[in-house]
């Protein structure tokens, strides 16, 4: 959703940063939002990224291929997904191109951050909720503790985006960055939905509590 509301109409490429289930589901969730037609992988280990990337089910007119190269796989990228489980910064913003969207998907506790406080300072800054970010953030909590930038830095919600009463991209040349933590409430939300479909289509087993 971050991603169709924040990237860019055009961009056609994306990096995924990680090599896991997340990046996973975010590819198949990203090709139908934007027209992709390349996708850049990077892992710690590259024969699991190229076994990886041999696994994944997309459009024949959709490329895709592993950067051994952490900086060249960032500089390519006009969208960006961080999905690692790194606990320190390995995106630097010195990295990020002008135009590109960044979701930072894999840190989400306080004393994690995948990303270095120049993302934060460069970009417009999103996040899925405000008072979780401002506490578990690692990398909007570390910018901010460096005097780098306050709280206000953040535009808003992604929510508050749909609903038209905070701004989205501004131009073509911007920075736009989405810090995902995860919100328990959209959690609850979905498993009633999906319990209420499985029930309308008497899928699944009933279990006794």
């Not at 289930?21 to 710690?44: N, S, T």
């Not at 500089?75 to 191109?97: D, N, Y």
């Not at 989400?108 to 406080?117: F, G, N, P």
């Not at 989205?168 to 999906?194: C, F, H, M």
């Amino acid at each position: 959703m971050a991603t169709r509301v924040l990237a860019r109409a055009d961009a056609a490429s994306v990096t995924f940063i990680g090599c896991g289930e997340e990046a996973r589901h975010h590819i198949q969730a990203i090709l139908p939002v934007r027209p992709i037609k390349k996708i850049i992988m990077w892992g710690r280990n590259v024969e699991r990224a190229k076994a990886f990337a041999a696994e994944q089910d997309i459009p024949s007119d959709v490329t895709i291929h592993v950067e051994p190269d952490l900086e060249t796989a960032a500089r390519e990228a006009e969208i960006l997904c961080t999905v690692t489980s790194s606990t320190q910064p390995i995106l630097k913003g010195a990295w990020l191109q002008p135009g590109v969207h960044v979701n930072l998907v894999g840190a989400a506790v306080r004393a994690s951050a995948e990303a270095d406080m120049d993302v934060v300072k460069c970009s417009r800054f999103y996040v899925d909720y405000l008072p979780s970010a401002l506490e578990q953030a690692g990398e909007l909590v570390n910018a901010i503790e460096a005097g780098l930038v306050t709280p206000e830095h953040v535009v808003g919600e992604i929510g508050s985006v749909l609903n038209g009463d905070a701004p989205g991209r501004a131009s073509d040349q911007e920075i736009t960055v989405y810090k995902s933590l995860g919100v328990a409430a959209q959690d609850l939300a979905a498993g009633v939905a999906a319990a209420k479909n499985a029930e309308a289509g008497n899928i699944g087993t009933s279990v006794e509590w």
